[in-house]
T-cell receptor, first 115, second 111 residues
């Protein structure tokens, strides 16, 4: 069974397009995250949701909008894609509420390439 | 703002030798310090973690130490093997409820 899954695994698109990445976890966790990993492998938190409520919103452009229809899903929609958005995007989940240290389980990542 | 610095950025060791990766953090409210291993093309996975009420934790060949006064924590891998080759990330959970990752250390273990 896949604990944290993301689709698609690869996404190649033109500048200016709008795209979405989907994430699902079957671990029953309360908290989900989106991270961006750039070409230098730096992992940076973008958003975090706890029980469908946004609790962390880093300085991310408004073109990025997360949506959590239920606590098992956290999707990421990106408008007007730019070259600098090219990166690997990881979804993750953890059992405890944010603020309590707990293992984060990462999805397989989505490699986004903007041409 | 919160910051986690990690050194070295690259580490090359001979199989069987030990590897040490060091991190410092800025937020004195940080209370949880996980270490993640990311193999090439794969997702990060937790290998060990330590909480602020503990100074040292060991799990087979890996150990982590924490010095809260100095805001330092370190990962120690003994008897390294080629399969230990990966990028290792330290992280700290701060008072702002977000996990800040270090920049990563690329470990090469030469057979």
């Amino acid at each position: 069974d896949t604990a944290v899954s993301q689709t698609p695994k690869y996404l190649v698109t033109q500048m200016g397009n709008d795209k979405s990445i989907k994430c699902e976890q079957n671990l029953g966790h309360d908290t989900m995250y989106w991270y961006k990993q750039d070409s230098k492998k730096f992992l940076k938190i973008m958003f975090s949701y706890n029980n469908k409520e946004l609790i962390i919103n880093e300085t991310v452009p408004n073109r990025f909008s997360p949506k959590s229809p239920d606590k098992a899903h956290l999707n990421l929609h990106i408008n007007s894609l730019e070259l600098g958005d090219s990166a690997v995007y990881f979804c993750a989940s953890s059992q405890a509420s944010s603020g309590v240290g707990d293992t984060q389980y990462f999805g397989p990542g989505t490699r986004l390439t903007v041409l | 703002g919160e910051n986690v610095e990690q050194h070295p950025s690259t580490l090359s060791v001979q199989e069987g030798d030990s590897a040490v990766i060091k991190c410092t953090y800025s937020d004195s409210a940080s209370n949880y310090f996980p270490w993640y291993k990311q193999e090439l093309g794969k997702r990060p996975q937790l290998i060990i973690d330590i909480r602020s009420n503990v100074g040292e934790k060991k799990d087979q060949r890996i150990a982590v130490t924490l010095n809260k006064t100095a805001k330092h924590f370190s990962l120690h891998i003994t008897e390294t093997q080629p399969e230990d080759s990966a990028v290792y990330f330290c992280a700290a959970l701060g008072g702002g409820f977000k996990t800040i990752f270090g920049a990563g250390t690329r470990l090469f273990v030469k057979a």
